[in-house]
């Protein structure tokens, strides 16, 4: 980060508690937890208890990344951190695995848009891999079109994601004041197990990722000290709090084996709850707000990797940009990515639209978590926040383990993917 980029804002451009607290919310909030009741359908009460884990695994994360954030007022970004404590090659080993974990993120969305517009389109289910490309193909023409189009359609998109689960925590309010509250979820007949709790807690992780995006503001913020970690550890708990509510309602409301088969599983919760109508306003407002996510990544992945290029941090190749300023390429790169990760999801467990979601959800997770254990250990060496940042590197690690051998693998070669175009921009740079 420049000397000019790290000197602090003026005061009035500065951003206080309200609107940094803002920031995390809205970073966090996405439109996964729409599909999450149904992938942790099959594991019962172990869902709520991954749910109780990953929150508290996320809140020593949030609190690691505000110590080393005080520690480097003037650093851009957790992978300059990472860099200044064990190398620029580790650094943009792990800033390219937060890059990287937006594509299968991307296709988790894609699977998500088919499966709540298959209420209105019921074929989509039949053909998951060709409906999720269809969705991602989609996003990707709006994207080439230009950032001035693709910022529009986030902007018109990013509202609707709150509706859905606002009007489940009035419903579950409405059932709480009712004389009796049907809870249909029995305890599972093997009880609580460490495996489930850890399977279901990497799948509960991929809705709280999204809190470190503060991190790369600290510069822009009055009393970082003060105002970063209330920021950072408010918002975390506060989304934390509404999805566990949320999800949890659903989980215990809801019949399992039909929960497990659902689609949309808000749709099919406010349907039980007000019929037909209200249910299919849900699922446009849940599939439309999973499309703007989606966009919302691809653009992100599109625009970043052409301004690391433009820096010299990526091959040049990726700053190419058509005549109003689209990097045409990147985009491709991201979609192309993208689209191989749903091709490539051809197993028996996610050779569906819910199952292609939960695939792409953990490997999301398990790609991401490789900078929450390296922002641990970097705290670590400079022998900051220790208590959390131990929590952070033993629950980095569970969840790598709760994602699975095959999965926390893939991650691993999605991160040393990078290296290539890492040596390419060194050399061009010489």
């Known amino acids: 980060m420049s000397k000019e980029a790290g000197t602090p804002a003026p005061p009035s451009r500065q951003l206080g508690f309200p609107a940094s607290f803002a920031i995390v919310v809205g970073s966090m909030i996405g439109s996964g937890v729409f599909m999450l009741p149904a992938s942790l359908a099959p594991f019962g009460w172990n869902a709520i208890a991954g749910w109780v884990i990953s929150i508290g695994g996320a809140l020593a994360i949030a609190l690691c990344m505000a110590a080393l954030a005080r520690r480097f007022p003037d650093v851009g970004s957790p992978a300059d951190y990472i860099g ?36 209105f389109a019921p074929g989509l289910t039949a053909h998951p891999t060709l409906a999720s490309l269809a969705f991602l193909a989609a996003v990707t023409l709006v994207n080439l079109v230009g950032l001035r189009t693709a910022s529009y359609f986030q902007v018109a998109t990013t509202a609707l994601k709150l509706t859905p689960l606002i009007l489940v925590i009035l419903l579950v309010a409405r059932l709480a ?30 809705a709280l990722i999204g809190f470190e995006t503060l991190t790369g503001l600290t510069d822009r913020i009055r009393n970082p000290e003060r105002n970063v970690p209330r920021a950072l550890f408010g918002g975390t708990l506060f989304v934390g709090i509404l999805y566990l509510i949320v999800c949890s309602a659903i989980l215990l409301l809801m019949p399992p084996a039909e929960l497990a088969a659902s689609h949309a599983p808000f749709a099919d919760f406010v349907q039980w709850q007000l019929g037909d109508l209200p249910a299919r306003v849900v699922a446009v407002l849940a599939g439309v707000s999973a499309v703007g996510a989606m966009n919302g990544f691809v653009m992100f992945c599109g625009e970043l990797p052409a301004a690391m290029a433009r820096r ?23 979609s192309l990515i993208a689209a191989v990760l749903i091709l490539s999801s051809t197993s028996s467990t996610s050779s569906t639209l819910g199952g292609l979601f939960s695939a792409m959800a953990l490997l999301t997770t398990s790609t991401a978590v490789w900078l929450y254990l390296a922002c641990a250990l970097t705290a670590l060496h400079f022998r900051i926040a220790i208590p959390a940042a131990l929590l952070s590197v033993a629950f980095s690690i569970w ?23 890492f040596w390419k921009a060194r050399a061009e740079a010489r």
């Open 177 to 206: 004041g009712s004389d009796s509250v049907p809870v249909i979820l029995p305890l599972p007949a093997e009880g609580l197990s460490l495996s489930a709790m850890a399977q279901a807690g990497a799948i509960t992780m991929f």
């Open 84 to 119: 200044a404590a064990f190398g620029a090659t580790a650094g943009f080993l792990i800033g390219w695995s937060f890059l990287a974990a937006n594509w299968p993120s991307i296709a988790a969305l894609a699977a998500a848009a088919a499966s709540y517009f298959s209420v």
């Open 312 to 334: 010299g941090m990526f091959p040049r190749w990726f700053a190419h940009a058509n005549r109003v300023g689209t990097p045409v390429r990147s985009i491709l790169f991201t």
């Open 399 to 421: 969840i790598l383990v709760g994602s699975g051998v095959g999965t926390s693998l893939l991650s691993i070669v999605l991160m040393l993917a990078g290296l290539p175009l």
